[in-house]
């Protein structure tokens, strides 16, 4: 031979790349490492084609016998891969199960249901006991006109009565017939909407937003809900008026609650009244909740003045009626024991996850 390489040297040399390769596959956890090894044993440049070069040089009846013993390890070699490469792939598939374990058994996380706010809850309860008496609901604009909230409503722009609701004026030129944009103070002019709008008989109840501009303690907010009733018809009186708020006190706080009608004043009604119900913590016996007086106010009425009908050109000769207007977390307060109406709308869940 040229070289003086011998088949036994080939063989030798075979068996030790053998053993180096197989040594080596072994170690390896990665799908990188076992594609350098194909690459640098069986690729076509690699370290078995490299040997089977020298086959050139070897006496021709020796190649056969040493070509195939190089064949048989280049198979070996293939079939060790194969092995380690599913290995791999079942260690791997292994890891990620045990590291991505998912407990189906574990409880899931809570989901936190909504529910409706102390208002809305309140506010539902109040309509649906007018809806039982006859009456309908229906809504007004919140930002109104001077005309709506206190000129039609026997309010003119220079009577005191006017100081009894601090407005919020919108910044708009006044017009001739409507006056100044405000945010309405209170639901009494959807009542003027409304009898402008139809002909007697109505019996409607207008809940909504109303707005005043005054400083926010324990019992005032700024923003607040009212919930205005309006009936006229021909000989509507006062026991009508009596008799419905009387039902109504009934329904929302129990049939044991005492009624109480009081004088007062509001210039669209006449007479006018506030109504208070017996203090339902202490019966009337007098309590820090009833200020000691045994009644909690819970709204103003009165009898629609003659002055607000004929502004609407209703016949106050032929026609009736009375009004009342109450706020909705007042009675929400009397009703649940809330002793501040601030927690209504700072949003603490805490506070408001307690009504259902
Ligand atoms: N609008 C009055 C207020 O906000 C309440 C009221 C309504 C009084 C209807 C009498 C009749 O104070």
């Known amino acids: 031979m040229a070289d003086g390489t011998t088949a036994a040297d080939i063989v ?5 790349l053998e053993r180096e390769a197989q040594d080596k596959l072994a170690e390896f956890t990665s799908d990188s490492d076992v594609n350098e090894w194909r690459t ?10 490299q040997l089977l070069r020298g086959l050139g040089g070897l006496p021709k009846e020796e190649r056969p016998r040493v070509g195939q013993l190089a064949n048989t390890v280049k198979g070996r070699l293939a079939e060790a891969l194969e092995a380690r490469q599913a290995a791999i792939q079942r260690d791997q598939l292994a890891g990620a199960l045990q590291s991505e374990a998912l407990d189906v058994t574990l409880p899931g996380e809570p989901v936190r249901v909504g529910q409706l706010h102390p208002t809305s809850l309140v ?29 039609m409503l026997n309010i003119p722009a220079d009577h005191p009565a006017r100081d009894m609701w601090d407005t919020f004026y919108v ?30 008989p109505v019996r409607v109840v207008a809940p909504g937003r109303v707005y005043r501009n005054e400083a ?24 009508d008026l009596k008799g419905v708020l009387t039902a109504f ?11 109480r009608f009081n004088c007062s004043y509001f210039p669209f009604v006449e007479p006018g009244a506030e109504v208070s119900i017996s203090c339902h913590v202490c019966d009337g016996g007098g309590c820090r909740v009833c200020k000691h007086t045994g009644w909690l106010e819970i709204l103003g009425c009165g ?34 024991g809330i002793d501040d109406i601030r927690y209504f709308y700072s949003n603490d869940v805490r506070f408001l996850q307690q009504f259902r």
């Open 249 to 259: 006190a009934h329904d929302l706080f129990g049939e044991k609650t005492r009624v």
């Open 40 to 49: 640098a044993y069986l690729g076509r440049s690699g370290k078995v084609t």
């Open 123 to 151: 506010l539902n309860e109040i309509l649906g006991v007018f809806e039982r008496l006859g009456f309908q609901v229906v809504e007004g604009p919140e930002v109104e006109w001077d005309r709506y909230n206190f000129a």
């Open 303 to 336: 009898m629609v003045h003659p002055s607000v009908l004929e502004a609407v050109n209703y016949d106050p000769a032929r026609y009736s009626g009375f009004a009342f207007g109450m706020g909705v977390e007042r009675i929400a307060m009397l009703k649940y």
């Open 216 to 239: 926010t303690d324990a019992s005032h907010e700024a923003i607040f809900y009212q919930v205005e009733g309006l009936a006229v018809d021909e000989r509507t009186s006062m026991a």
């Open 12 to 16: 030798a040399q075979l068996e030790a």
């Open 171 to 200: 910044e708009a030129e006044p017009t001739k017939s409507f006056g100044s944009m405000l945010l309405r103070t209170h639901t009494s002019p959807v009542q003027v909407r409304v009898m402008e709008d139809t002909p007697p």
